[in-house]
């Protein structure tokens, strides 16, 4: 009998803790893209955004891809700490939705991103480009 109560208190435990014993979850990415109707060096960026190349590597690296209005959602805005447009963040999503920048390029005095830099960028992999130094 006391067999028995192993065996079903095992089964349970085991059970229970699927999670557990399992693989480790993936790591699943956003790209947040920070932008404004009005906003002219916005536009620009979305043209280097739209390139073929960047979009097949998005693909390719199962990135989703979300357009943020600032305008529209001010409250995204201030959870990530957006201070200028265009901003752009690659975000690492994990298990409860549990989210960290892991990559951030917009701010006062940034250039804009070249199709190169941007699918470097996007690569959670690869470092990504450097920003200049400021003064």
């Not at 065996?7 to 699927?18: D, P, Q, S």
């Not at 699943?28 to 955004?49: E, I, M, N, S």
């Not at 005095?109 to 003064?135: C, I, N, W």
Request: proline share 7%; with cysteine; glycine share 4%.
């Amino acid at each position: 009998m006391r067999w028995l109560f192993v065996i079903v208190f095992t089964a349970l435990l085991t059970w229970c803790c699927i999670d557990a014993l399992g693989a480790e979850p993936k790591d699943d990415y956003r790209l947040l893209r920070f932008r404004a109707d009005w906003c002219g060096p916005c536009h620009r960026q979305t043209k280097v955004y739209v390139d073929a190349k960047i979009q097949d590597e998005l693909k390719r690296l199962k990135i989703e891809d979300v357009y943020v209005d600032v305008d529209k959602h001010p409250s995204v805005v201030k959870l990530w700490n957006v201070e200028t447009i265009p901003t752009t963040l690659l975000v690492r999503v994990r298990v409860k939705n549990k989210a960290t920048a892991v990559k951030r390029w917009g701010g006062k005095g940034m250039p804009l991103l070249d199709a190169d830099q941007y699918r470097e960028f996007v690569d959670p992999s690869k470092e990504g480009p450097t920003p200049p130094k400021l003064e």
